[in-house]
C-alpha cells in the first residue's frame, strides 16, 4: 500500500544528496553489518565444502571401480543419495522445524523465519537435483525416465508444495506477516508428506530399499565404494549449510533493501523540500 | 464451539441458498470438465468407464477450488473478515462451519457428478457403500485443507492464483485415495481393496481438522 502513495520514481541512491535537514546519522543507509566470525565461518565452510566435493568427484569418478551389475552407472550413487538426503531431510527438515520455532510465541524470532526460507530454497535447488540425477540413473536402470513409484512421487510434491511456499513468500506483505503466513504453509506440507508418501507407497514400488540406512544399519557396500558415499554426504551436506549461510545473509540484506529503499526515498523528499524552501527564500 | 460453527455453515449456506453461485456456476463447471475430460479420452466408453474414478475426483479437485474461492469471497467485501473477529465467535467454531459449509456444498456437487460420471462415462456401481464412503470421507479432507488454505490467501490480492497451487498439491493424498475407493466399487473393481484407502482418509481427515480447530484463530490474526 505504501508504495502506490510514492507518485514518480526514485533515482539510483548514488544521485541522492544528503538531505541538510536531516540530521540523523546514516545507519540504515548502509548495510546491516556481519561480524568478522560469520564472515570467516561462512568461508571456511566454503572452502571445505568445495574441497570435500572435489574430493567425492575424484574418488568417485577415477578411485572406485565400476560395479559388477550396474558397470559405471553406479558413479551416481556417491551423488544422489547425498543429493537426496540433504533435499529431504535436511533442508524441508530444518524448514519445518525453524517455521515451527517461529510459530512458537516464545521462540518466535524473524531469524527462523529466514532460516526456513532460506532452507526452503536451497532444498528446492537439490530437490530439483535429486530428480534429474534419478532420472539419468533410472533411464537405462528402468528404461524410463520418470517412473511412478512412491518416493518419486512423494518427491516431486515436496517440490511442488515448497515450490508453493516460495511463491507465497513472493508475495509483498509486512515481515511478521509473511512469516506467519509461510510457516502456517511450511507447516501443512510437512503434515501432508508422511501421508502423501504412505499413499504412493502402497502403489507398486520400484524402488530400489534404503541402501545405507537399512533395518540393521548394516551397510550393504564395502570397501572405497562405502567411503565415497559417505564423503559424498558430508560434501553434500557442507554445500547446503554454506548455501543456506549465503542465502540467510542475503535474505538479511532483503529486509534492510525494503526498509532502507524507503529511508532514501524520504531522504529524497526532504531534499527536494529544502530546494523548494531555498528557491523561495532567493 | 458447535453451536458457533453451526451458526457460521447457517449463514454460508443461506448466502449460497439465496445467491445460487454454486448452483449455477460451480456445478455446470463440473460438468462441462467431465464432457472435456470426455473429449480428451475419445468416444471410447471402455476407457472412458477405466478412467471415471480418477477423472469424477480430478473434477471435485477443480470444484472444491472454486467452492473454496467463493467462500473466501464473501467475506472478503463489506468487512466482513473483521466483523467474524469482532463477533466473538469461538476460531474453531468459525473454521469447522465455514468447512461444513463447503463440504455440504461439494457433496450435492458430487451426487450431480457421480450421476454425470454414471451417466456419460458408463461406470457401473457395485458398492455403493463404498462409493458413498469415499466421498463422505474425501469432501471432509477436501473442505478442511480447502478452509485452511482459504483463510491463509484470504488477505492476498493473488489469492486466485495462489490458492490453487497451494491447495491443490496438499490434496493430492484424497484424489489418490478417493479414486482407488471408486476403482474398488466400480464394476471391475474389488471390495476389499478399498478399505485401506478408506482408512487413508479417515487419518488425512483427522489430521487436518484438528490441524484447523488449533490454527485457524493464528491464521486469521496473521491474514
Known amino acids: 500500500m505504501s508504495s502506490n502513495q510514492t507518485v514518480s520514481t526514485p533515482p539510483a541512491p548514488s544521485d541522492i544528496p544528503p538531505a541538510p535537514s536531516d540530521t540523523r546519522p546514516a545507519q540504515s543507509l548502509r548495510p546491516p553489518a556481519q561480524s568478522a566470525r560469520a564472515r570467516w565461518t561462512t568461508r571456511i565452510i566454503g572452502i571445505t565444502a568445495l574441497v570435500a566435493t572435489g574430493f567425492t568427484v575424484w574418488l568417485g569418478l577415477w578411485v572406485t571401480p565400476p560395479d559388477v551389475t550396474q558397470g559405471n552407472l553406479v558413479r551416481l550413487v556417491y551423488i544422489h543419495p547425498g543429493v537426496a538426503w540433504v533435499a529431504l531431510y535436511l533442508a524441508f527438515g530444518l524448514a519445518a522445524v525453524s517455521s515451527l520455532l517461529y510459530l512458537w510465541p516464545r521462540t518466535r524470532s524473524l531469524f527462523w523465519d529466514r532460516l526456513a526460507a532460506a532452507s526452503v530454497e536451497v532444498g528446492v535447488v537439490f530437490n530439483v537435483c535429486t530428480l534429474i540425477s534419478g532420472s539419468i540413473w533410472g533411464k537405462p536402470t528402468w528404461g524410463v525416465w520418470w517412473a511412478w513409484d512412491a518416493r518419486l512421487t512423494s518427491t516431486a510434491v515436496l517440490l511442488v508444495l515448497f515450490l508453493g511456499y516460495l511463491a507465497l513468500r513472493r508475495v509483498p506483505a509486512e515481515p511478521e506477516v509473511r512469516a506467519k503466513r509461510s510457516a502456517f504453509v511450511a507447516l501443512f506440507a510437512a503434515v501432508d508428506i508422511p501421508i502423501v508418501h504412505f499413499s504412493v507407497l502402497w502403489w507398486k514400488t520400484l524402488h530400489q530399499g534404503a541402501t545405507v540406512l537399512n533395518a540393521n544399519l548394516s551397510p550393504t557396500i564395502h570397501g572405497s565404494m562405502a567411503w565415497t558415499l559417505l564423503l559424498g554426504f558430508v560434501a553434500l551436506t557442507l554445500v547446503f549449510v554454506w548455501m543456506l549461510l549465503v542465502r540467510y545473509r542475503i535474505g538479511v540484506l532483503e529486509d534492510w533493501l525494503g526498509t532502507g529503499e524507503l529511508d532514501v526515498a524520504l531522504r529524497e523528499r526532504q531534499a527536494e523540500g529544502a530546494a523548494i524552501d531555498e528557491d523561495e527564500a532567493a | ?223
Request: with cysteine; net charge neutral; charged share 15%.
Open chain 2, 1 to 223: 464451539m458447535w453451536r458457533d460453527s453451526l451458526l457460521v455453515a447457517g449463514k454460508d449456506l443461506r448466502i449460497e441458498a439465496r445467491s445460487r453461485v454454486g448452483l449455477s456456476q460451480v456445478a455446470p463447471f463440473g460438468v462441462v470438465a467431465l464432457v472435456l475430460f470426455a473429449f480428451a479420452l475419445g468416444p471410447d466408453r471402455v476407457l472412458m468407464a477405466k478412467g471415471a474414478p480418477g477423472l469424477f475426483w480430478v473434477a471435485v479437485l477443480f470444484c472444491t477450488v472454486l467452492a473454496v474461492q467463493r467462500s473466501v469471497s464473501v467475506e472478503s467485501v463489506d468487512g466482513a473478515r473483521d466483523g467474524l473477529r469482532l463477533s466473538g465467535l469461538d476460531p474453531a467454531g468459525l473454521f469447522l462451519g465455514k468447512a461444513a459449509a463447503v463440504a455440504a456444498q461439494l457433496i450435492v456437487l458430487e451426487a450431480v457428478l457421480g450421476v454425470g460420471v454414471v451417466l456419460l462415462y458408463g461406470a457401473k456401481i457395485e458398492v455403493p457403500w463404498l462409493i458413498v464412503a469415499s466421498c463422505v470421507l474425501g469432501t471432509v479432507g477436501l473442505a478442511a485443507t480447502g478452509t485452511l488454505y482459504g483463510a491463509l490467501s484470504a488477505g492476498l490480492r493473488v489469492r486466485e492464483t495462489l490458492l490453487p497451487f497451494l491447495f491443490l498439491p496438499i490434496a493430492a493424498p484424497v484424489l489418490l485415495a478417493g479414486t482407488r475407493v471408486w476403482q474398488a466399487g466400480l464394476a471391475g473393481g474389488t471390495e476389499s481393496y478399498g478399505s485401506p484407502w478408506l482408512r487413508l482418509l479417515v487419518v488425512f481427515d483427522a489430521i487436518y481438522v484438528a490441524v484447523g480447530i488449533v490454527v485457524f484463530g493464528p491464521i486469521q490474526e496473521s491474514a
